[in-house]
């Protein structure tokens, strides 16, 4: 590696060393997973190193940034859960966990450049940093790697899976530009939505765990529903967010979404229970994407006053549940019991 590029290793202790202190759910899981992920992390640093300076630089800002990790851990909790017994020759769960991140990542860097964003988990984000052009391209070099790790696992229905959910992905992303600025949206198709972009990376991350285990396809498909459920519930979530949280802990611009006439629950919500005033408004900001600086504050208020929040919450929980009703095929532990409270602090991140 190039001597001017960054110490990507360095930079992914400090970021797990900064997150140590979140939320208590999360952080027990990980803690729980401790060997496994950081056996990940280096799978993780080992995969960006490039003799192009550029990769590894960009890599290191976006280790930088920060993030749960929440994918990979699901890979490796859902491996374990299934009984799977690692060697230091065989460390398939970590692979694939890597490989579900570098997925995951390659997404948010093409998300960033298509949505125009400036912040990622709060900071710059990398197309703010590096420009589009560098971004899109270090996506599809992640990407690349993904398969690299795939075609190493040798598995061809893990390869599968993992290649299906980054097909779901990329048509969920051009769904949500399709419906982009169109309030006649029906919530089904807004469903559609969230399921390709977040939940079918999810489903896959958690199906793996049980294919490296070996184990019989009714385990595979009660963590296949667990992963979408928990997916589906995390998004929600995070669309409720982006009208509901304080900027700093968004990690994003508090009305991103408005502004980028994303279709989301809240404003479906909001925008059925307002009155033909309120829905001239959201017409206005949405559909025809006329925007000034005093229409975000009011658009807080009519999410408030229609209770958009609590009717996205409340269809984030019904997911929430189902996804904790998916594990009770497997017997009760202690891993069963930290990715349960797991499920539940995603839904609580909105309160």
Not at 129 to 135: I, M, R, Y
Request: contains cysteine; charged residues 25%; glycine residues 6%.
């Amino acid at each position: 590696m190039d001597s001017a590029a960054p110490d990507v290793s360095a930079t992914v202790e400090k970021a797990v060393v900064r997150d140590a202190g979140g939320e208590s759910a999360l952080s027990a899981l990980s803690a729980y997973l401790e060997q496994d992920m950081q056996a990940c992390n280096r799978a993780i640093i080992a995969r960006m190193e490039s003799p192009v300076p550029l990769i590894p630089q960009l890599g290191a800002h976006l280790v930088a940034a920060g993030g749960k990790r929440l994918r990979p851990l699901l890979t490796l909790a859902s491996s374990r859960l299934c009984g799977y017994q690692s060697t230091p020759e065989n460390q398939r769960h970590v692979g694939l966990a890597a490989c579900v991140e570098f997925i995951h990542t390659a997404t948010l860097l093409h998300d960033d450049v298509v949505d125009e964003s400036n912040l990622r988990r709060g900071l710059a984000s990398a197309n703010a940093v590096f420009g589009n052009k560098a971004s899109v391209l270090v996506g599809d070099f992640l990407f690349a790697r993904s398969f690299q790790l795939m075609t190493a696992d040798g598995s061809l229905k893990v390869m599968a899976i993992l290649s299906d959910a980054s097909a779901t992905i990329a048509e969920g992303e051009v769904l949500q530009m399709v419906t982009q600025n169109d309030l006649s949206t029906p919530v089904d198709r807004y469903l559609e939505v969230i399921h390709g972009k977040t939940a079918a990376l999810f489903a896959a991350a958690c199906r793996v765990g049980a294919v490296v285990a070996d184990r019989p396809e009714a385990e595979e498909l009660a963590l296949d529903r667990f992963g979408t459920n928990l997916g589906m519930a995390f998004q929600l979530v995070d669309d409720a967010l982006d009208y509901a949280a304080d900027q700093q802990v968004l990690g994003k611009t508090v009305g991103d979404d408005m502004r980028e006439g994303k279709i989301t629950l809240p404003v479906l919500a909001a925008y059925e229970a307002g009155s033909p005033e309120d829905r001239a408004f959201w017409e206005r900001v949405i559909e025809k994407g006329e925007q000034t600086e005093a229409d975000l504050p009011h658009a807080l208020a009519l999410i408030e006053k229609t209770g958009a929040i609590a009717t996205t919450i409340a269809r984030a929980q019904a997911y929430a549940a189902e996804a904790v009703n998916a594990l009770s095929i497997f017997p009760d532990s202690e891993l069963r019991r930290l990715m349960t409270e797991t499920v539940q602090y995603t839904v609580d991140r909105a309160r």
